[in-house]
């Protein structure tokens, strides 16, 4: 799989790669089905692309392969409708950068350590292997956890191209979170398979989530397009990376970045009133959502996203779903 020239990763082209992938990449956990459009923009399409409609792939491929693209590219209303009606503003790669840096600033008590950034909004990447302050490895760097809230295309987490300018990121400049860990990786492991292993400890590290289920999905794209760049520019065109482990990967991706109301800690949609059966013939009585009520986070009536806890090994509790907890009670720990 190569990045397309428009950036906009194709529909089309990972049906064509391997169905199961883009069955992963379009995957709720939570609930079991499909994410969903979460927004109005793509219900003059007809049935099947209204906001509580899932996204299934006979809606975004073939004749419909260019429904789902980037923000840069939308046209100007479209973005701004999306702006004033979802907030939905996305940040420059530069920022991205500077705030990415001083994360990893504190993490590694010093500064310059991946790039120094520029007065003109670019930055002069480390050309030397990263070194790691006294008491931590490249290991504890790749396993330590980070999230990007309300994460649109994840430019935090992956940065293949600008989302503003539409600007495809030279591989070796990129400043993701996601891009940082594969880079580590890649100049401490050589054997294919410990890089594997490795890549997959990177990603279950990453985490993000999304209220619209279209920029969820371009954000899964872009993750999974990231593990083919950072592979191959490893280990080169003549070792492909095997449908196996690009499955896995894209397993990965669906469980931790998933689709949540960020207010609520529940499925887009999904809290509200209820409608009660009563007792007095076909009359009904309505609850309302005590959460929203209260604005205790903890009372919501909706459906709660659930993430998955990597680090438990017991396959026991694995297999009794005992290493699934809901987002909102991760956060609490």
Known sequence: MALQPSIDISENALLEYDREVLE?????????????????????????????????????????????????VKSKEAQRDRTKERAEVFTPSWICNAQNNLVDNAWFGREGVFN??????????NPNKIEFPKGKTWRDYVRDTRLEITCGEAPYLASLYDTVSGEPIDLKNRIGILDRKLRVVSENVDDHGKWLEWAQAAYQ??????WQGDSLLLAREALLQTLFDYHEAKFGKD???????????AYIISWNLWQMDGLKG?????C??????????????IEPCKGCVNGDIRQHNGIYALV??????????????????RFIDLIAK
């Open 266 to 270: 529940v499925i887009p949609y999904s």
């Open 24 to 72: 992963q990449l379009l995957r709720d956990h939570t609930t079991g089905r499909n994410i969903i459009w979460a927004t109005d923009d793509y219900a003059h399409l007809g049935d099947g692309y209204q906001a509580t409609d899932e996204i299934t792939i006979e809606k975004i491929t073939g004749e419909h392969g260019k429904v789902i693209q980037p923000r840069a």
């Open 239 to 249: 070792c492909p990376l095997q449908k196996k482990s690009a499955k896995y990967i």
């Open 116 to 125: 120094t950034e520029n007065p003109d909004h670019t930055w002069t990447v």
């Open 272 to 285: 509200g009133k209820k409608q009660m059966p009563s007792l007095f013939e076909d009359a009904i009585t």
């Open 205 to 210: 590290s990453t985490y993000g989530f999304e």
């Open 308 to 325: 998955k806890d990597w680090s438990i090994d017991d396959k026991e509790k694995k297999d009794k779903g005992q290493n699934k907890i």
